[in-house]
């Protein structure tokens, strides 16, 4: 059984920065994507950004060049640095690990809140 736990949410003011770990229990974190998504008030959750088990990254046009994903496998934990944020990129993030292929290993975690006043 795989857990995620988010952290690192809070308030900050536009243009700030802040970084979201989230650490994962089990043995697959090394072979699997992971993901962060995240969830506005009255809106659908929308995928932020992918690190590949290869490292390779995705991003969501909104965040880009805005956002880094990255991943430390010694520390089974992948972090979300956000940076120059914007009112509208307050929401609920979410972490997220799968793996290609095997449906069924799809995990979140219970997400953590950003707030981004103006």
């Known amino acids: 059984q795989v857990q995620l736990v988010e952290s690192g949410g809070g308030l900050v003011q536009a243009g700030g920065s802040v970084s979201l770990p989230c650490a994962a229990s089990g043995s697959t974190f090394r072979i699997s994507t992971i993901c962060w998504y995240r969830q506005a008030p009255g809106k659908q959750r929308e995928l932020v950004a992918t690190v590949s088990s290869g490292g390779s990254t995705n991003y969501a046009d909104p965040v880009k060049g805005r956002f880094t994903i990255s991943r430390d496998n010694a520390k089974n934990t992948v972090y979300l640095q956000m940076n120059s944020l914007k009112p509208e990129d307050t929401a609920v993030y979410y972490c997220?690990?799968?793996?290609?292929?095997?449906?069924?290993?799809?995990?979140w975690g219970q997400g953590t809140q950003v707030t981004v006043s103006s």
């Open positions: 997220n690990e799968r793996i290609s292929g095997l449906p069924a290993h799809n995990y």
